[in-house]
C-alpha cells in the first residue's frame, strides 16, 4: 500500500512509524473538528446567528481540506493549515465574545495537539507551533480580550452555559488526543513485538543456513584439491615415460589449469575460514612474515625480476592473527606481482609502520595501475580490473573481508601505467 494513506479502523493498513503516527492523530483529529463545527452549525441556525453559521461553514471547509491533504500524502502541510486554523478561529472568537465565556480554553487542546501530532523532524516548526496559542492567549490578556477593538457579538445575551460547555469541551479534545496517542502506541508496540519476534526467528535460520552453506563449502573445497593432487601426480608420472613433443605440450596445459582451479579453491577456503573462525592474536614476527610470504609467490611468472623493497619496525614483534594477516598480505603481493610491467625497472614496496591504532601496512609498486573508473569496483566479489587477468576474482575481495572481521581499515591510491599503492591498517590490541 501506499505510505502516504492510510485507513484509521484498520490498523493493519497503518505504516507504524512516527510519521504515521502523527498523521492519523490528525486525521482523528480533523474528523472530531468537523463533528463539532457541525453541531456549531446546528446550533447557531437553531439560534438565529447566520453570521455564526457562515463562519463555522468555512472553519468546515478548511478543516475538511486538511482532512483531505493528509490522506493525499500532503501531510506536512495538512498539519500546518489545520494548527493555525484552529489557533486563528480560537483567536478571533476570544476577541468577540466575553472572556467570561471562556472560549481561550480550546488553546490547550490546539497545544496538545500541535505536539501530538508533529514528530521531531522539524523541531523548529513544532515547537513554533506549540508556543504559538501561548503567544495568543499572552496577547489577549494585554489587551483584555479586545485585541479587535470593543466587539462582543453576544452583548445583552446572558448565557450562563458557555463557560462550562468550553471547558468541558476543551478537557474532552485534550483526553481524545491523550488517548488515542495511548492506543497508538499500543498497537505499535504490539505490532513491534511481533516483528521483533519473527525478525529473531529468521536470524537463527539465517544464521544456521550460513553455517551448513559455510562449512559445505570449505569441506567441498577440500574435497576437491585430493583428486587434483592425483590428477597432478599422475601428469607428473606420465611426463617421464610420454617423450612425444605435443603431448608434453597438453601435459603443461593441463598442470597449468590445475593450479588455478587450486589457486581459486585456496580463495574459497580463505573466504570460507576468515568467515568461521574467530580473531585470534598471537606475537608475530612481522620481518619473517613478509619475507615467508614474498617466498611463496617467487613462482608467480616474471617474480624473479621484481626487486622487493621492505621496510619494517625496529620493533619486529606485535599481537595479530597471523592466519589472516598471512592471507591478506599473500593476495595483496601476488596481485602486485601479476599486474606489474614486463620491462624496466620493476620494483614493489613493502613497508609497516607502527601508529596509534595499530600496524599499517603499505603495498607499492610502479605496475601498470588501475583507471579511475575501475577503482571502485576492485574490492568487489569476483570482480577482474584486466581482460588478461585469469584469476579467480576473488583476490582483493578476500583481503578487503578479512581487513573488516579484523575491524580495520582499507584505502587505495593508483594510477593508470604508473602503478598502485594499497595501505591497510588493522588494531594490535
Known sequence: MNKSKFTLGDWSE????????????????????IFICLIQVIVDSFNGVYYGVLMDCIILLIVASTYLLNLKGKHLLAKVLFILTLN???????????????????????????????????????????ILPIVCVFILEL??????????????????????????????????????????????DVKRLQITDELKHRNTDLQKTNTELDHFVYSTSHDLKA????????????????????????????????????????????????????????????????????????YIKDAESINFIKSVPAK?????????VEVLLNNLISNAIKYHKH???????????KVVKGLRFEIEDNGIGIDNSQQGKIFNMFYRGHEESEGSGLGLYIVSD????????????SELDRGTKITVVIPTA
Not at 465565556?101 to 513544532?126: C, E, H, Q, R, W
Not at 458557555?162 to 497508538?184: A, E, K
Not at 608420472?237 to 589457486?263: C, P, Q, S, T, W
Request: proline share 3%; hydrophobic share 45%.
Open 14 to 33: 497503518v505504516d507504524k512509524t512516527n510519521e504515521q503516527r502523527g498523521n492519523v492523530l490528525l486525521s482523528l483529529f480533523a474528523i472530531i473538528s
Open 88 to 130: 486563528v478561529i480560537a483567536f478571533i472568537y476570544a476577541n468577540i465574545v466575553p472572556k467570561e465565556t471562556g472560549t481561550y480554553f480550546y488553546f490547550f487542546p490546539v497545544i496538545g495537539m500541535a505536539s501530538l501530532i508533529f514528530d521531531n523532524k522539524n523541531p523548529l516548526l513544532k515547537n513554533t507551533l506549540i
Open 143 to 188: 489587551t483584555n480580550y479586545q485585541a479587535f477593538g470593543a466587539i462582543n457579538i453576544q452583548e445583552g445575551i446572558d448565557d450562563p452555559y458557555s463557560f462550562p460547555i468550553n471547558l468541558f469541551i476543551s478537557i474532552i479534545l485534550t483526553s481524545l488526543g491523550i488517548l488515542q496517542m495511548m492506543v497508538i502506541n499500543r498497537k505499535i
Open 227 to 298: 583428486p587434483l593432487s592425483s590428477i597432478s601426480g599422475l601428469i607428473n608420472i606420465a611426463k617421464l615415460e610420454v617423450k612425444e613433443e605435443k603431448a608434453l605440450e597438453y601435459f603443461g596445459m593441463i598442470d597449468g589449469r590445475i593450479d588455478k582451479l587450486n589457486a581459486f579453491i585456496k580463495d574459497i577456503i580463505d573466504l570460507s575460514r576468515n568467515a568461521r573462525l574467530d580473531v585470534v592474536r598471537n606475537e608475530v614476527d612481522v620481518a619473517e612474515l613478509i619475507d615467508s610470504v614474498i617466498e611463496n609467490n617467487r
Open 316 to 324: 619486529h614483534r606485535f599481537p595479530m592473527d597471523k592466519a589472516r
Open 343 to 353: 620491462e624496466g625497472d620493476r620494483w614493489i614496496k613493502i613497508s609497516i609502520l
Open 402 to 413: 578479512v581487513v573488516s572481521k579484523l575491524k580495520g581499515d582499507i584505502s587505495l591510491t
